[in-house]
Structures are given as structure tokens and as C-alpha cells.
């Protein structure tokens, strides 16, 4: 056991040192990503214009709201995404399949890798950006701050889960770039990313309910500001918990079907 986890650990490790390596690659996605939620944010300024409150929602709750949604959609990037897919297509993913280790903790290690140094630097833009905007809503107490560190573990977990099941799906096409954009639509909008789930109108918002993004960006955002606790947020994390446990499954699933493809392809 300790041997195995000290055997992921290096993967982590050195997901950590490439982002090192090459971090003008990252300061340049980072500020990218910076960028779009300004804008964002002035669209939401604009709407909060002579509205100190929407539906309850009070500017400073969004401002906050907007900040939080930046540093987790920024976590698991798209990089681990293409990692996958440049590995398929360019044969690499055989060397994998030699190396004494399962792929899927593999890629999960490496995303954490790339979480642990990405997260540093979009932290430090978040906070900035919380010192410029003047956002100040933060959980209050030392449970509200160990509630949110759990709902980004999930959310972490199971967007890493998301994009692996997605990169998988190289296997079956010569380019990831289309399916990728559908899987960030489907996260943007589903997590809260773009609107607050708050906003969504009843039926939808009760379909999101039941959907694995929400674990995403709402949950650890609202747990953040304070708008999600008790039984709801219980049952949140329920709900994330399960579809952690379903989307390892379906990665597994995926993974046997692809390998039953690779041994098409090469007998």
C-alpha cells in the first residue's frame, strides 16, 4: 500500500516539476482565463447595475461567487485533457500500458500534479482579484473553511473524472478539440460557472440537482459565501460522492472497451 501510493505520488511530483518547466505556458492560460472572467465579472456588474440584490443574490455574494468560480474551473485544465489525447494519437499510450501502474490513478495523480501547481498561481490571481473588486463574502468559521477544502476535493475528483472519460474518447476519433469544447459547454453551464444555479428556472434547476456538475463549481462556491449548509449540503455531497463512485466505473468501463480496440487495431 504505501509502496503503490509512493509510486503515484512521483506522478504527481513530476506533473508539478513539467508545470515548472513550463510555466509561461501556464501564466499565459491562467491569464487567459483571467481575462474571461473580467469580463464576466462587467456583465455581471452591468446587470447588478442600480440592483444591490437578485433574487436574494447580493452583489458583494456575487462578487465572491465570481471569484470562487474562477479558481475551480481553473483546477483541472484542459491540459489533462489533451495529455490523454496526444498520448492515443501519437502511440504513446502503448508505453503506458507497459508501466506498472493503472492509468486511470496514474492520470489522476498527474492531475493532481497539475492541480497542486496550477491552483498556486490561480489563487494568487483570485486573491488579487478579490483585493481590485472589493469581494469580502468568506466562510466565518474554521467548519465553513474545512466544508469548502471538501467540496473542491469533489470538485476536483470529479471533473478530473469528467475529462478522462471524455479524453478516452480519442480512441474512437482523430480529434479531441470538438468533443472537448462540448464537455467545458456542458461543464460551464451546468456548474454554475457562467450563471449561478440560483438563477436556472425551477425545472432545470431541479434537473441539475441530480447532475454531476453541480459538485463542480456551485457547491463548493455556495458552501464558500455561506448560502449552502445542513441537510441541502449534505445531500450535495451525497450526490457528488455517488457520481465520483459512477464516473470511476464508466472510466473503467471506457478504458477495458478501448483496450479491446488497441488489440483490433494491432492483430
Known sequence: ????????????????????????????????MVITYTVIFFVW???????????????????????????????VSMSSEFRISRQIRTGNI???????TDYQKASLSISLGYSLSEGLLVGLACAGFALVTGASVTPTSAS??????????????????????FGLT????????????????????????????????PWLRTLTDWL????????PAAVFTGRLTGAELARDFAVAAAWI???????????????????????
Open 144 to 165: 465553513g473553511w474545512l466544508l469548502f477544502a471538501c467540496a473542491v476535493i469533489l470538485s476536483v475528483v470529479t471533473k478530473f473524472l469528467m475529462v478522462y472519460v
Open 45 to 75: 456588474s452591468a446587470v447588478y447595475a442600480g440592483n444591490p440584490s437578485l433574487d436574494g443574490y447580493q452583489w458583494q455574494e456575487m462578487k465572491s461567487y465570481l471569484i470562487v468560480s474562477l479558481f475551480l474551473s481553473s483546477l
Open 212 to 219: 454531476p456538475f453541480k459538485a463542480i463549481v456551485w457547491v
Open 1 to 32: 500500500m504505501r509502496t503503490a501510493l509512493k509510486k503515484y505520488w512521483r506522478h504527481t511530483a513530476l506533473a508539478m516539476q513539467e508545470t515548472l518547466a513550463y510555466r509561461v505556458t501556464y501564466i499565459v492560460n491562467t491569464f487567459s
Open 170 to 201: 480519442s480512441f474512437w476519433t482523430t480529434s479531441l478539440m470538438g468533443i472537448s469544447w462540448l464537455r467545458r459547454g456542458l461543464t460551464d453551464f451546468f456548474s454554475g460557472a457562467l450563471i449561478p444555479i440560483i438563477f436556472f428556472p
Open 245 to 267: 463512485v459512477v464516473l470511476w466505473f464508466a472510466g473503467r468501463l471506457v478504458w477495458s472497451r478501448a483496450m479491446r480496440k488497441v488489440t483490433v487495431q494491432g492483430g
Open 94 to 100: 502503448a508505453v503506458e500500458l507497459v508501466r506498472p
